[in-house]
């Protein structure tokens, strides 16, 4: 079983800076791939980034640029900072932890953490 715990959401203003933290419950961190999604009110959750285990990272197109993502293997946490922020930024976030054992894909989930972006 994995156990995911957000932490860094909160108000911010355009153009501010935010980083949020995942803490991974895991025996084998390295084997998961990380990332962050986000749900908007009203919106279907979307992918922001994800980062495997050797590095390899993927981005949103509405996040490159101005979100990074990282990964501590070794103390099985995942962050992500978030610069040049957005209006459209505003969601709960979640930290999510996948693999896969063929044929199936299994996904893990925290609890979410608001982030909004607002003057």
């Known amino acids: 079983q994995v156990q995911l715990v957000e932490s860094g959401g909160g108000l911010v203003q355009p153009g501010g800076s935010l980083r949020l933290s995942c803490a991974a419950s895991v025996s084998i961190f390295s084997i998961y791939v990380m990332g962050w999604y986000r749900q908007a009110p009203g919106k279907q959750r979307e992918l922001v980034a994800i980062i495997r285990s050797g590095g390899s990272i993927n981005y949103a197109d509405s996040v490159k640029g101005r979100f990074t993502i990282s990964r501590d293997n070794a103390n099985k946490m995942v962050y992500l900072q978030m610069n040049s922020l957005k209006p459209e930024d505003t969601a709960v976030y979640y930290c999510?932890?996948?693999?896969?054992?063929?044929?199936?894909?299994?996904?893990?989930w925290g609890q979410g953490t608001q982030v909004t972006v607002s003057s």
């Open positions: 999510n932890a996948f693999k896969i054992t063929d044929p199936t894909r299994y996904d893990y």
